[in-house]
């Protein structure tokens, strides 16, 4: 896959399966049939959970599902939903493209992917490495208030 190689030569670490069902599981997605309902995706505990994904890279065209379906799974997700996704496809549909992007695509990559596009990629993962850093500093500040407010 001329992506993935692409994002290891600029030293990105690559996670790659083969359709938009094991990418769910990946993610910690599973599908959960509910009698007299339509199917919901519900985050569970998995052991990919560990994994840190900084961001989600997807073709449109995949086995079971296409990548904007992906895409709205990933944004329902109270976990995964500031992930940033970016979409690819070899087919330049303006509409595909625009309902992709309004649904909260972060890019959308006409393929053959260039070394140009994946530098797109850098301010995505940034971001995501910010938003990190962030909730990090909530975190301590919430807990030294704790400790403050438990002094006193």
């Known amino acids: 896959m001329l992506i993935e190689r692409l994002l290891k030569t600029s030293s990105f670490h690559v996670t790659a399966v083969d359709s938009g069902s094991k990418a769910?599981?990946?993610l910690g997605l599973?599908?959960?049939e509910q009698?007299?309902?339509e199917p919901s995706f519900v985050a569970q505990k998995t052991h990919n959970q560990d994994v840190d994904v900084n961001l989600i890279i997807t073709d449109y065209c995949m086995p079971?599902?296409?990548g904007y379906d992906l895409l709205r799974k990933i944004k329902e997700s109270k976990s995964l939903k500031d992930i940033p996704v970016v979409i690819m496809s070899s087919e330049n549909v303006p509409s595909r493209i625009n309902r992709c992007l309004e649904e909260?695509?972060?890019e959308f990559f006409l393929k053959p992917v260039q070394q140009s596009d994946v530098n797109k990629l850098r301010p995505h993962l940034l971001k995501s490495k910010v938003k990190e850093?962030?909730?990090e500093d909530q975190l301590i500040n919430l807990s030294r208030k704790d400790?403050?407010?438990i002094l006193a």
């Open 104 to 106: 909260g695509a972060e």
């Open 133 to 135: 850093v962030g909730e």
């Open 147 to 149: 400790i403050n407010e």
């Open 35 to 37: 009698r007299n309902e």
């Open 24 to 26: 769910l599981k990946f």
């Open 30 to 32: 599973v599908e959960e």
């Open 64 to 66: 079971e599902m296409t």
